[in-house]
Each structure stands twice: as C-alpha cells, then as structure tokens.
C-alpha cells in the first residue's frame, strides 16, 4: 500500500516529490504553500481512495480559505486519468459545501458514463448515493493513511 500512496501523490502532486505532508486538521496530503507574485498564497490538497484522487486548488486570502478548484482523477488500472473537473471564484472553504462540491462533480461523472456505457434505469438520487459514497470513502481513506503515517514517522512529514 505505502507505494501506491507514494506513486499516487507523487503522480498528482508531482512539483512537490518528497515533500509532501498529511494536514491532521484538513485530512488530506498537502503540498508546500507557495507565494504567487500578487502576494496570495496557494497550495494543492488531495484525497485518495482505491477508486479516486481528489486534488484541491487551496487559496489563502487574508481572512478567509478559499476553493479556487477540484480535479477529480480515476483510476485506469494503472494510472489515474482526469475525468472531471471545476474551477472556482469566491468559493469560500467550508468542508461540507466542499464535500457537496465534490460530490456534484462525481456525480455528473457518473451519469456521463452510464451514458457512454449504455447502462439505464439508475436514478439521480442512486448517482447522488454513489457520489457521495466515493467522495466520502477517500476522505476516510486519506485520514487512515495519513494517521498510519503520522504514528509510523512520528511527525507529519512523508518521503514521498
């Protein structure tokens, strides 16, 4: 398990390879903060589960967190692929309009498929259900890991 972890944040966080941390308080992997010219700071979140990785686009204004995107990733058997994503204006960090945010995104997913696939009869309430079941199973995922991880080191800072 500890090297698909390391292989998947490695994948979706690649600019930060061996530098990335487990956020206890946001229960995600977290790269370094970083600092854009207008002074803003920016940093990536990412959930992850067997099924999906969540990658979040964090801003820090001066008094209030913001989402400024998601990218939802799948996995193909061997690799994640990008199957949904959204950008962001003034959405303001809340993990339960977060969650419902992501959810939303998977959902749309979802039905695509079915479509592509050719599946019928499943409800939007049904995609709903399934949504929020897979969003929630990675922020469960990551905090198991990440906590594992956390009593193995004895800090919070991973070799990855």
């Known amino acids: 398990m500890e090297n698909t972890l390391v292989r998947t944040l490695n994948s979706a966080l690649p600019q930060c390879s061996g530098n990335i941390t487990y956020n206890d308080v946001a229960k995600m992997f977290c790269a370094p903060a970083y600092v854009a010219q207008s002074g803003n700071m920016y940093q990536e979140g990412l959930r992850i589960s067997d099924r999906l990785a969540i990658k979040y686009s964090i801003g820090y204004g001066y008094c209030h967190v913001f989402m400024n995107g998601i990218q939802v990733y799948a996995y193909?058997?061997?690799?994640?692929?990008?199957?949904?994503?959204?950008?962001?204006?003034?959405?303001?960090?809340?993990e339960a309009d977060i969650n419902a945010e992501t959810a939303r995104l998977v959902q749309e997913y979802l039905k695509s498929e079915t479509k592509v696939l050719g599946i019928q009869g499943i409800s939007e309430s049904e995609l709903s259900r399934q949504a929020k079941s897979l969003v929630d199973q990675a922020r469960k995922n990551t905090e198991t890991i990440g906590t594992r991880a956390i009593a193995a080191s004895g800090n919070k800072q991973l070799n990855a």
């Open 76 to 94: 193909d058997g061997t690799k994640m692929k990008l199957v949904t994503q959204g950008s962001y204006y003034n959405f303001w960090w809340n």
